[in-house]
């Protein structure tokens, strides 16, 4: 074999692939600078985006707000216990107040009954989606305890409840009065006890509300019973 067909059959790869590089170039109106030029910004571009993302080249999930998480979501055992005891608390409440609809014989007692009504059935909607909203049950288990403070303070038995219920006239306003007030207290002390040993803003807020609304209440039943 001649020494010229030897380099005639030799690949030429850097001659061919310039070649071919340059006829590209020609072909799409691009000269082989600028090409370059726009490699190194786009690579420019994709460095910046990497780096943004986290540089692995996805969402940096981490940095996602939480929405899916509730507000005020740092609780602890005395503010569930409080939502879960404080929602049967109203609803005995309610039930003594609704007794007051055909019973009551006082005008001013048969208002403040409405009153704690209105006031205190979207109170135990707002408990229970606290609660709800956290994956808790809205009953406690095992009875009505807060931590540190035993059962449930204010609660009438049944039998309270069935003489209250079975009450007409004067003495219905009196009993509902000595009772409404002996149940608000119970709400006070719970509202007390949670607003130092609860962590959860939200429960401390709606305690605090509460409390403001049942003591106003508590003077006004007072009052009655002093001129009945």
């Given at each position: 074999?001649?020494?010229?067909?030897?380099?005639?059959?030799?690949?030429?790869?850097?001659?061919?692939?310039?070649?071919?590089?340059?006829?590209?170039?020609?072909?799409?109106?691009?000269?082989?600078?600028?090409?370059?030029?726009?490699?190194?910004?786009?690579?420019?571009?994709?460095?910046?985006?990497?780096?943004?993302?986290?540089?692995?080249?996805?969402?940096?999930?981490?940095?996602?707000?939480?929405?899916?998480?509730?507000?005020?979501?740092?609780?602890n055992d005395?503010?569930?216990?409080?939502?879960?005891?404080?929602?049967?608390?109203?609803?005995?409440?309610?039930?003594?107040?609704?007794?007051?609809?055909?019973?009551?014989?006082?005008?001013?007692?048969?208002?403040?009954?409405?009153?704690?009504?209105?006031?205190?059935?979207?109170e135990i909607?707002?408990?229970?989606?606290?609660?709800?909203?956290?994956?808790?049950?809205?009953?406690?288990?095992?009875?009505?305890?807060?931590?540190?403070?035993?059962?449930?303070?204010?609660m009438m038995?049944?039998?309270?409840?069935?003489?209250?219920?079975?009450?007409?006239?004067?003495?219905?306003?009196?009993?509902?009065?000595?009772?409404?007030?002996?149940?608000?207290?119970?709400?006070?002390?719970?509202?007390?006890?949670?607003?130092?040993?609860?962590?959860?803003?939200?429960?401390?807020?709606?305690?605090?509300?509460?409390?403001?609304?049942?003591?106003?209440?508590?003077?006004?039943?007072?009052?009655?019973?002093?001129?009945?």
């Amino acid at each position: 074999m001649s020494a010229g067909h030897a380099r005639r059959g030799r690949p030429q790869p850097c001659f061919h692939l310039q070649h071919r590089q340059e006829g590209t170039d020609l072909m799409i109106g691009i000269p082989a600078v600028r090409r370059a030029a726009l490699a190194g910004v786009a690579a420019l571009i994709t460095l910046v985006v990497s780096a943004a993302c986290g540089g692995t080249g996805g969402v940096d999930h981490g940095s996602q707000p939480m929405t899916s998480a509730p507000s005020g979501a740092a609780h602890n055992d005395a503010d569930v216990a409080f939502a879960q005891m404080m929602i049967p608390h109203h609803q005995q409440a309610i039930e003594m107040a609704t007794f007051a609809d055909t019973r009551a014989n006082d005008a001013e007692l048969k208002g403040l009954a409405a009153k704690v009504k209105s006031t205190q059935e979207p109170e135990i909607a707002t408990m229970a989606n606290w609660l709800s909203s956290r994956g808790l049950p809205t009953a406690q288990a095992g009875g009505h305890n807060m931590p540190g403070m035993g059962s449930m303070p204010g609660m009438m038995s049944e039998e309270e409840m069935a003489q209250l219920k079975a009450a007409t006239g004067v003495d219905f306003d009196r009993r509902f009065a000595r009772m409404m007030i002996a149940h608000h207290n119970g709400a006070l002390q719970m509202c007390r006890d949670v607003t130092v040993q609860g962590s959860d803003a939200q429960v401390k807020a709606l305690a605090a509300t509460i409390e403001r609304d049942q003591s106003a209440e508590v003077v006004e039943l007072q009052k009655i019973i002093d001129r009945l």
